[in-house]
Nanobody
Framework: QVQLVESGGGLVQAGGSLRLSCEASGRTFSTYNMGWFRQAPGKEREFVAAIRWSGGPTTYADSVKGRFTISRDNAKNTGYLQMNSLKPEDTAVYYC??????????????????WGQGTQVTVSS
């Protein structure tokens, strides 16, 4: 069993930056691929980014490519999502999640095994 705790959310103006963290309990974090998802009010949860257990490769949703960077520090059992050039449409609850696929990084919520409780990101215009 793995528990995930996100932090780093908040209120920021458009064009600003935030860095989200995802801290995992247990000693198996380094064996899981990690993803970030987000969910805005009234919308379905959507994929943002994912990273292989080793730290690479990565994949991103087109909507965040070039603005967001996913990374991880397995020694600290922590993953990160650096978000730059934020837009009001990035406003959502952001979740980190873990999965153990071998062939490719997963991009749909149902393919992930463990989830955090989420952290709110609000971008004002």
């Amino acid at each position: 069993q793995v528990q995930l705790v996100e932090s780093g959310g908040g209120l920021v103006q458009a064009g600003g930056s935030l860095r989200l963290s995802c801290e995992a309990s247990g000693r198996t974090f380094s064996t899981y691929n990690m993803g970030w998802f987000r969910q805005a009010p009234g919308k379905e949860r959507e994929f943002v980014a994912a990273i292989r257990w080793s730290g690479g490769p990565t994949t991103y949703a087109d909507s965040v490519k070039g603005r967001f960077t996913i990374s991880r520090d397995n020694a600290k059992n922590t993953g990160y999502l650096q978000m730059n050039s934020l837009k009001p449409e990035d406003t959502a609850v952001y979740y980190c999640a873990l999965e153990r696929s071998i062939v490719r990084l997963r991009t749909t919520p149902g393919e992930y095994d463990y989830w955090g409780q989420g952290t709110q990101v609000t971008v004002s215009s």
